[in-house]
Structure formats: C-alpha cells, structure tokens
C-alpha cells in the first residue's frame, strides 16, 4: 500500500490542490479538458476510421499527415520534442511511414 509520501499519493495531492473538485472541477475542465475533447472531435469529423482508410487506400498519406498536423497545432497534445512530427511527415516518405503506422 502507497504511504502518504509515495511519488501517486503526493501527484494526487498536488492535482487536488490545483482541482479540488477532481476531474469534474470546472477549472480542470476548462484548462484542461475541453480543448483536448474538441481535438478529439475534429480528429473524428477529419480522420474518422471511414475517411482515415479511404485517404489509406487512395495514397493520400500527405493529405492525412496534414490534417493531423492541423489538428495537434491548435492544442498542446504533443510534448515539444515529439512536435518533430512537422518535420517528419514534409516528405512523400515521411507522411506514407505516419499514415501506416500501427495505432
């Protein structure tokens, strides 16, 4: 059993005290939550499984890296270091790797 100072007892005790209310407190919701929720959305409405395999079957893997790429700027989904993505899926080679990258 964790003891009050383990590393998750005291993350948890940080995040309760930025959000006392958990994870339905309105201030994590809106720092946190909603923007996530809304790329999740977009990917859905622009990259949903149906319109993600046509681009696939088409050789459309620049067209699918750009939208992607259009949907993680506009959040912070992704650490700084990971951001190299832009610069991965730039080539014909590049954007064919993401687009048929295992899930």
């Known amino acids: 059993m964790p003891t009050p100072r383990s590393g998750p007892q005291r993350c948890r005790r940080k995040f309760l005290r930025f959000f006392p209310g958990g994870f339905r407190d309105e201030t994590y ?39 992607a790429v259009a949907i993680e700027s506009r959040t912070n989904l992704l650490f700084s270091f990971e951001m190299a993505i832009r610069d991965a899926v730039k080539s014909p080679a590049g954007a064919r790797a993401f687009a048929n990258s295992p899930a």
């Not at 790329?39 to 890296?65: C, D, I, Q, T, V």
């Open 29 to 67: 919701i809106d720092w946190e939550r909603d923007y996530k929720w809304a790329a999740h959305e977009r990917w859905n409405e622009e990259l949903g499984p149906k319109e993600f395999r046509s681009l696939l079957r088409a050789g459309g893997y620049a067209e699918l890296a750009r939208r």
